[in-house]
C-alpha cells in the first residue's frame, strides 16, 4: 500500500472529532438519498480523462461507510462511548496498526483500499511524474465539472477543505464563551497531569492529543522515505508487536485527556459535529456522513 496519506486527516478527524478514528459527524440516514452520486461522477470523470492521456485508471468509489450506534455516541460527545473507544484503541492512531483488520479503527489490513496502488507502485519514477501530473489536472477538471470549485490536486482539494473547516471552527467554536470557559479548565487539568499544552482555543485543544500521536506516527514513516513530501502524512510499515507500546502509551493519554475533558467534549463534540456535516456536504462528500 502507499504509506503516505494527506495531511488533511489530521485537521478534518482531530480537529472536528477530537478523535483520530473515522468517528463521522451523527446525521440520520435516509434510503432516498444517493450519498455517493458525487463520488461516482468525480471518479467516472477522472476515470476518463486519464484514460484520454494514455493512463490507466480505476474509479475508487468505496462503500458508504457504516456508522455504528457507538460511533454516534461519541461523536455526541458521550463519556461512556468515548472511555470504551479511548480503553481499546487510544485516540485511533497506532491502533491500527495492532488491530489490523478491525474496521471500527481502519486497521491497516482492512480490505477496501485505493485499487490504483498497484499501479502506482509498479511505475519508475519517471512515469510516475508523469502518472501524478496527469492525475491532478484530470482530478481538478472532475472537481470543476461535479462542484464548481477548482483545485489544481487532490491535495489541494484537501487542503481547501481543511481550510474552510477551519475558518468556521474558529468562528463557531473557538468564539463560543462557554467552549473557552471550558477549555481553559480542560488545559489546566492536563498540565495537572504532567501535559504540554501550548494552545487553549477548544479547537487546538480538542485535537491536540490525537495530533501528538499522529504527529509521531508521520516521523516514524517520513524515515522510510528517501525525500518525503512537505505537508504530507506518512505511515510507516509496524508490525502489531512494534505498534503495541506506541499504543499503550497512547491510551493513557487519551484516557487522561477524557478525564480532563469530560466537560468540555460533552459540548464540544455535537456543535463540531454539525461543522464536520456543513463542510462534508459542501466538498461533495456526503458518503463520510
Keep these: 500500500m ?8 489530521a485537521v478534518a478527524f482531530l480537529g472536528l472529532t477530537a478523535c483520530a478514528s473515522p468517528s463521522i459527524p451523527s446525521i440520520a440516514p435516509s434510503p432516498h438519498v444517493d450519498k455517493q452520486g458525487k463520488r461516482r461522477q468525480i471518479e467516472a470523470i477522472r476515470a476518463d480523462c486519464m484514460k484520454q492521456k494514455g493512463f490507466k485508471y480505476i474509479s475508487n468509489v468505496p462503500p458508504p461507510r457504516a456508522i455504528s450506534e457507538k460511533q454516534r455516541k461519541i461523536t455526541s460527545g458521550d463519556y461512556a462511548a468515548m472511555k470504551e473507544y479511548r ?6 492512531v497506532f491502533a491500527k496498526y495492532v488491530y489490523r483488520t478491525d474496521p471500527e479503527v481502519s486497521g491497516v489490513d482492512v480490505p477496501g483500499g485505493d485499487p490504483n496502488n498497484s499501479t502506482l507502485m509498479s511505475l519508475p519514477p519517471a512515469q510516475l511524474k508523469a502518472y501524478n501530473a496527469a492525475d491532478d489536472l484530470c ?4 472537481i470543476k465539472s461535479v462542484l464548481r470549485k477548482t483545485v489544481s490536486s487532490q491535495k489541494d482539494f484537501f487542503d481547501q477543505l481543511n481550510k474552510v473547516s477551519e475558518q468556521r471552527s474558529t468562528r463557531e467554536l473557538d468564539g463560543d464563551p462557554e467552549l473557552v470557559e471550558l477549555a481553559g479548565k480542560f488545559g489546566t487539568c492536563l498540565k495537572g497531569k504532567g501535559y504540554q499544552v501550548t494552545q487553549l482555543r477548544p479547537t487546538s485543544i480538542a485535537g491536540r492529543g490525537g495530533q501528538t500521536f499522529m504527529q509521531e506516527e508521520s516521523e516514524l514513516g517520513r524515515k522510510e522515505f528517501k525525500d518525503p513530501e512537505p505537508g ?5 510499515n509496524l508490525t502489531s508487536d512494534q505498534a503495541r507500546p506506541y499504543l499503550n502509551r497512547e491510551i493513557k493519554a487519551a484516557l487522561d485527556d477524557l478525564e480532563c475533558g469530560k466537560d468540555f467534549y460533552a459540548v464540544y463534540q455535537p456543535k463540531a459535529s454539525t461543522i464536520g456535516q456543513e463542510t462534508f456536504r459542501e466538498f461533495g462528500m456526503d458518503d463520510w456522513l
Excluded at 482530478?139 to 472532475?142: C, I, L, N
Design 87 to 92: 480503553s481499546k484503541y487510544g485516540f485511533g
Design 232 to 236: 504530507m502524512h506518512y505511515m510507516p
Design 139 to 142: 482530478y481538478g477538471q472532475a
Design 2 to 9: 502507499l504509506k503516505k496519506i494527506f495531511a488533511f486527516f
